[in-house]
DNA sequence: AATGAATGAGCGTTCATTCAT
DNA sequence: CATGAATGAACGCTCATTCAT
């Protein structure tokens, strides 16, 4: 079959964008609606907020989020696993990358604060939501999804602080429980450090000092 | 009705008790209320609880739920207002007791321990809403206190840790930031035994051993 | 136990008419809500009734439609089962009475007769959903179960029949393809009748004259 | 464009077809639409229809159908009405036909009994919606346009009746309750036919023993 | 004082219809 | 013309709150 021009033409656009202008337009779209949804959520909490208010927001009438998201609920899972995976994905890199144990879990500080400062809106979200641990709304499916997140980056903390012990670079501690501690102090301090960034600017060089520097050999 | 009779009744009492049959009996009410509804809120999150359903669990008709609390959200708040406190006296209370600020920090890391543990509904509810310093339910005024508390505890701990330092008992790195990690880190561990108790028994010595032995000097 | 006198008053009530008050006024509501809601239902049809029309024929709040009936589609059943009910039992007490064949039928269909009439709306509900048993409406089990009604009414007219042409009362037909034959037919009388009653007035013993007295042996 | 050979290459097509191929493609669309919906209607019933799903059925865009159909309503009214006139004009044909009245409604009930079998689909869409003359959807406008269809082949059977009774060929009973009579029980017997045809197939022989043989004078 | 039936505003969701492409 | 994404009115249903008993 010879391809019609319009086909074509398509095909010329695909290669360039690998997408046609409707396809880009929809995720666009998709991504206006869950931009607005993202803001909503984390200002009031997701009980609080309608689709009404989302659509208007997005400014979209409802119909259309339901074209995009099944329902409610399924918009506010995509929204968290975006940035569950994102946090994922983001931290296990750093961790993933060649140099020393030390450099690696400094780059792991720094790279979460950057996280923490660019998704204000979803850490909120998310430490509502998995704060901690500690999940009581929405799927319970959700929260294991998110738990068995937060859990790998820390596993895998883990590891590289066991190299570095291994290596006499760090005192010999459960390096597991190194990692949770190494990541529950820099919450504290992120926390601290968003909601009053004012009296309590976060200062990574800071965080290091009292837990870090303690734990490094010599 | 004899009046006189009555209220001398009620004087006897009150000289025992300080308080009446009828006024002990209301608190005993009030506290079965807030009790069925601390286990609703902490198994199912604010919004999926009702009304009747706490009535049903509290054994009252719902009108008589609100006899005691105004409304849903007062009943809501007034439970995570009393564990508050509860917490809040508790961790002040031990910072204040007398002894060197190497038992303060160690006494105040068991009673936390041991709070988190003997509350874990509260604790869920309170790390839902309040979670590490993040809320988006019910009114932002509730959001205010709950930090307030929370910061005053973190401020006596730090002025515990000032006076360490001056006593060159820790070594001298900023005593807010200090507690505030310390803070985290216990959390952290707490949330992780809470949540899998078998994997990751809470043990005090270890988070000692992991934050606080290094900070102490010598 | 002594009963207190509230109690005994409840009993004493209870004695006589096997329901205290409370009861019976709650029985009536829920007639009237089913009253409502037939009117609407046989005026517009099952999907062209809103709820709220029917909270508002019947002069209660939405909700309250919601304290008697789980949802819309339980209430449309329970208004023609209900029917069915009557009108199966109607009929069977009918072809269950003494007397020669001859007289039970011309009784069952002064009777249907009398149902119909009395009961114009239901019959035109109950012709709409199992119409000469065609539904395509709300969900199979209530086509089945109004199906079955229908059929063990037309098998007991059957035997009825059968006797009679053991007897050599009726020719020697099947007696089912008889039941239905008279069913049919009679329906179609009462249809007519009832569309039009000032140019087509049911007249049972015309039915009778047209199908009975044929199939009557001399 | 050459509006001249078009439209003569036009004509010269409607000479042979009467319509142009674009008026037979669209007739041939409509007719396809008709089917889907035809389908989809009786399967589950006008209201738990919609247009997308006659669209993906019948492989057009919803906005096709509306070029045909000015609204949900009006295709489905055409779909009844096609029926509705498809059954009228073959019964009144069939009345119209030269022989004998005995013959005629012997031939009237073959076609009935020939229609409804090949119509199935349609049959329980006429009688859930007009069934026996009961008719609770749409609009009043379309309930009243198929009784009166109805109205007529009734009329046209009641004639047959009358001369039938005229040339003393059946017994003088009133010929318009005669056919409704034969017309409701036929329609008894055709529907218990089609919903179980193993237990109960359509016996027009049965139908004739039971109901004509018994008009027929000698 | 305690009750719980009644209320009705407000939610999530659907789907007939439109209209820019 | 045909398309199908976008629309938003309208639905069924819930549940915090009230108030007659």
């Given at each position: 079959?010879?391809?019609?021009?319009?086909?074509?033409?398509?095909?010329?656009a695909?290669?360039?964008n690998?997408?046609?202008?409707?396809?880009?337009?929809?995720?666009?779209r998709?991504?206006?609606?869950?931009q607005?949804?993202?803001?909503?959520?984390?200002?009031?909490?997701?009980?609080?907020?309608?689709?009404?208010?989302?659509?208007?927001?997005?400014?979209?009438a409802?119909?259309?989020?339901?074209?995009?998201?099944?329902?409610?609920?399924?918009?506010?899972?995509?929204?968290?696993?975006?940035?569950?995976?994102?946090?994922?994905?983001?931290?296990?890199?750093?961790?993933?990358?060649?140099?020393?144990?030390?450099?690696?879990?400094k780059?792991?500080?720094?790279?979460?604060?950057?996280?923490?400062?660019?998704?204000?809106?979803?850490?909120?979200?998310?430490?509502?939501?998995?704060?901690?641990?500690?999940?009581?709304?929405?799927?319970?499916?959700l929260?294991?999804e998110?738990?068995?997140?937060?859990?790998?980056?820390?596993?895998k903390?883990?590891?590289?602080?066991?190299?570095?012990?291994?290596?006499?670079?760090?005192?010999?501690?459960?390096?597991y429980?190194?990692a949770?501690?190494?990541?529950?102090?820099?919450?504290?301090f992120?926390?601290?450090?968003?909601?009053?960034?004012?009296?309590h600017?976060?200062?990574?060089?800071?965080?290091?000092?009292?837990?870090?520097e303690q734990?490094?050999?010599?």
């Amino acid at each position: 079959m010879i391809p019609d021009s319009y086909s074509l033409h398509k095909r010329l656009a695909m290669k360039k964008n690998k997408l046609s202008r409707k396809e880009r337009e929809q995720l666009q779209r998709r991504a206006l609606i869950l931009q607005a949804a993202l803001e909503l959520f984390s200002e009031k909490g997701y009980h609080n907020v309608t689709m009404q208010e989302i659509a208007i927001r997005a400014e979209f009438a409802v119909g259309t989020l339901y074209k995009f998201f099944k329902n409610k609920e399924e918009l506010y899972k995509e929204i968290l696993m975006q940035t569950a995976n994102l946090f994922r994905s983001a931290l296990s890199n750093v961790l993933e990358e060649k140099g020393d144990e030390y450099a690696q879990v400094k780059k792991y500080l720094k790279t979460k604060c950057k996280l923490f400062m660019e998704n204000i809106l979803l850490v909120r979200l998310y430490f509502a939501e998995a704060g901690a641990g500690v999940s009581i709304s929405v799927k319970r499916e959700l929260e294991t999804e998110l738990r068995s997140f937060y859990e790998q980056v820390i596993q895998k903390l883990a590891c590289v602080f066991e190299k570095g012990i291994q290596k006499k670079f760090f005192r010999p501690l459960d390096p597991y429980y190194l990692a949770l501690a190494f990541d529950g102090m820099s919450n504290a301090f992120l926390f601290s450090g968003l909601e009053d960034p004012d009296r309590h600017p976060v200062d990574t060089n800071l965080i290091e000092e009292i837990f870090f520097e303690q734990i490094y050999l010599t």
